[in-house]
């Protein structure tokens, strides 16, 4: 791997000193940072979904968010986010210094060569602001997995993970060994064209498995808190006991994905997360479809289990006012020890979810940044 051995020593006040560690803003308690799954509300389409993800990575850059990660999905109506690297692309060309990365790449779905040259291309166009965000799961159900690996490939391509890992290391620090078959394969752009950086590798995961791997090869880790909440602490307590020190980190760095959202009163707070809450109860039935409406979401008459389920959804959903937002969000760093929080908001409306990262930020006193020319 690169040398980046800075990287576990904190972030000067910039937090373009450090490629992982963020700077706190304002009195937040720790780096804030968005997690976009660009979704698309019902009456809406792709194309506003990700005009809108623009204006939040302009919001997000102005007002002290440390980076903005977009996650892949595929076969979801109401997720516009299967090319991570595309839309990465196009926010790096409307931002100048926010942090831009996957959240993750489902390294299983792609061969590590094609990962090396999307991200290695995206180094070039925004030099030192890109993360490769890397997770195992498909990102999707099992059929549409098998459809972007090809037949035979679902269980194998899990399980090779770790060789993969390894794989996508060597193309992009161009460092195969002699007598390799790929010695003499070069991942482009990247280090055979020269001294050039390259992204930091973070692991994503919502089990044991990854935050086990991120400790032994002393790698940053994110959590998905936001949809896996029971295996946190454990999750978060197994990367910290297993750390080894690296040249990338000399201390565990853990972020965790947030579901929230705030809104100018906890009635429109509900109103917006009651939609995200529906639309993860449908796909989890087998019926994924547009984010829904508040009105929609508002007269669904749940069964006794959906209702069970949305309950237990919405348990793990900091909601409300600007102030009962904060609260969570502290609450939530006192119980996980997190270094930093990732927050995603799963909403039908774009302006709801644009307002409410404003709405965090101004809790938290997090200023207001004049837009920066590189």
């Known amino acids: 791997m690169s040398d980046t051995g800075d990287a576990g020593r904190g972030a000067d006040r910039d937090g373009r000193g450090d490629p992982i560690r963020g700077a706190v803003r304002g009195h937040a308690p720790v780096p804030l940072s968005v997690l976009d799954l660009v979704t698309v509300g019902s009456g809406s389409t792709a194309h506003h979904s990700l005009r809108t993800s623009v204006e939040i990575a302009r919001l997000a850059e102005s007002r002290g968010y440390h980076r903005h990660w977009v996650a892949e999905h595929h076969s979801m109506p109401g997720v516009a986010s299967s090319s991570p690297a595309v839309i990465l692309a196009h926010l790096a060309a409307h931002t100048s210094r926010i ?52 037949p035979g490939r ?78 946190t602490l454990p999750a978060l307590e197994l990367y910290r006991q297993a750390f080894r020190p690296s040249a990338v980190l000399d201390a565990p760095y853990a972020v965790i994905g947030v579901s929230a959202l705030a809104a100018d009163t906890d009635g429109q707070a509900r109103a917006q ?43 793990n959903v900091v909601h409300g006012t600007p102030d009962e937002v904060r609260a969570g969000l502290d609450g939530l760093v006192k119980r996980t ?33 004049a837009p920066r020319a590189d």
């Open 99 to 150: 942090r831009l990365g996957s959240g993750g790449v489902m390294l299983p779905n792609h061969a590590p060569l094609a990962v090396a040259e999307q991200f290695g291309t995206l180094e070039a166009l925004a030099p030192g602001r890109i993360d490769l965000g890397l997770g195992r799961a498909p990102g999707t159900d099992g059929r549409t997995a098998a459809a972007l690996r090809g």
């Open 154 to 231: 679902l269980d194998e391509a899990a399980e090779e993970f770790p060789r993969r890992l390894v794989e996508l290391t060597r193309f992009l620090d161009d460092d195969f060994p002699d007598g390799h078959p790929y010695a003499r394969v070069h991942a482009v752009p990247g280090p055979v064209q020269g001294r050039a950086g390259r992204p930091p590798l973070w692991l994503l995961g919502s089990s044991g498995f990854s935050a086990r791997l991120a400790a032994e090869l002393g790698l940053p880790f994110a959590y998905a808190h936001h949809f896996s909440a029971a295996g």
């Open 273 to 315: 997360v009651l939609t995200g809450a529906l639309s993860m109860l449908r796909l989890r039935s087998g019926r994924p479809g547009l984010i829904p409406t508040p009105e929609e979401a508002a007269a669904y008459d749940f069964s006794p289990p959906e209702r069970e389920f949305v309950d237990g959804w919405l348990a």
């Open 337 to 369: 020890g997190a270094d930093e929080l990732m927050l995603t908001s799963n909403a039908h409306s774009g302006a709801a979810r644009l307002h409410s990262y404003e709405l965090v930020a101004d809790a938290y006193g997090m200023p207001v940044e």
